[in-house]
């Protein structure tokens, strides 16, 4: 570094020097991404002095080519992208559901009613075939986010998790549903009032899908929204479940095909998984507060929304934002907490440091738009509570 004297008799400063490895290129000062001429100068003062080296105060950085936010989530092609792979998830999980139900599944149809001594088996059979319909969907789903990562170890995690809680849920929404279903009078009510009951079952079982979303993270704001999320999609899969079941199924009899279900309930499950896929990652888009954005590196374009605090970032799947694929990333190398409305990084003193639009930090008071550079990623900070 170098200083200039405010006078021809005033004693030069002691001043630290910074020599780089090429030694064609002099050394030059220090300065903030603020006015011009603003230095940063740390002497032999500053050095024996206890606690944190002084910082410069760091500017937000330049914004990004598009329309302000004013407020709102953004929405970009990527977090369009996840909407998609969060659907697609749900119709294989729905798929893989009709494969392990089938067997067992007899189709009732709408204002048929059941011989009595058959209620408790079809009450068991109906358990059976929502919680397999639920721990398939909420399997599937639940592997998203490590999948996404290419974190094979999260994804494994979070698709046991999904399935268990979604078996559970399904089972309890299948019986409840069809308790009701036939309290109410079962085959005796009109089909356009047995739709909106069946699809009480299927909204308990999107509900505990949701659950299992939100159990994942272990956060309160992530279970509303898998919460929310869920109970919408399994409703409104629920409502058309029947539907196209039976308009199905009278399609394939005026084509001379099979009258079986079969193949119209395989398209009813993947319309459920579609649903509640869509409507948990949507919500999740409607009411995110603080989120990050990778802008370069491995996975360029990946939104991870920030659920806990404190949030991990590194390599180890064990992180809340996992970057596997960048190896200049250490297992734990930031952390990000949130305090009065306000998010905090640190880094976690490892060898190559994190940056905050390009200058090294210990910790820092982020803003909306800051850049935050961990290896070779760089991910942009964005903040709806401060940009409204």
Request: glycine share 16%; with cysteine; charged share 15%.
């Amino acid at each position: 570094m170098s200083a200039t004297d405010d006078g021809a008799n005033q004693e030069p400063e002691e001043i630290l020097d910074v020599t780089l490895d090429d030694e064609e290129s002099p050394p030059q000062p220090l300065s903030a991404p603020g006015p011009a001429g603003d230095l940063l100068v740390i002497d032999a003062e500053h050095l024996a002095a206890p606690g944190l080296l002084p910082t410069a105060e760091l500017g937000p950085a330049p914004p990004l080519k598009g329309k302000a936010t004013k407020g709102k989530p953004s929405v970009t092609v990527q977090d369009v992208v996840g909407i998609l792979n969060m659907m697609l998830a749900g119709a294989i999980g729905g798929a893989l559901a009709w494969v392990f139900t089938t067997p067992f599944i007899v189709d009732l149809p709408l204002g048929a009613t059941p011989e009595p001594q058959l209620l408790a088996v079809l009450l068991g059979k109906m358990g059976l075939f929502f919680a397999c319909a639920g721990g398939m969907i909420g399997m599937m789903l639940g592997a998203v986010e490590g999948i996404n990562a290419r974190t094979w170890e999260k994804a494994a995690r979070g698709a046991a998790l999904g399935l268990g809680i979604g078996a559970v849920g399904g089972f309890i929404g299948g019986v409840i549903g069809q308790a009701v279903y036939g309290g109410l009078g079962g085959g005796s009510l009109p089909a356009a009032t047995q739709i909106p009951v069946r699809a009480i079952g299927w909204a308990l079982a999107g509900l505990f899908v949701g659950l299992s979303q939100g159990a994942l993270v272990r956060s309160r704001r992530k279970l509303i929204n898998g919460l929310l999320g869920g109970l919408i999609g399994g409703a409104a899969g629920g409502l058309l479940f029947d539907p196209i079941h039976e308009v199905l199924k009278q399609a394939l009899r005026l084509t001379g095909g099979t009258v079986g279900g079969g193949m119209s309930r395989l398209v009813a499950l993947v319309v459920v998984g579609i649903a509640v896929g869509f409507a948990i990652s949507v919500i999740e888009q409607a009411r995110k507060e603080a989120w990050l954005r990778i802008v370069e590196g491995p996975l360029t374009g990946k939104q991870f929304i920030l659920y806990r605090s404190p949030t991990l970032i590194g390599s180890s799947s064990q992180c809340e934002i996992t970057l596997a694929l960048d190896k200049s990333v250490a297992p734990q190398h930031a952390a990000i907490s949130e305090q009065g409305g306000r998010h905090t990084l640190a880094d976690l003193g490892t060898s190559t440091g994190t940056q905050v639009n390009g200058q090294n930090i210990r910790t820092r008071t982020l803003r909306s738009g800051d850049r935050i550079s961990l290896g070779m990623t760089t991910f942009l900070y964005r903040d709806r509570a401060v940009e409204k």
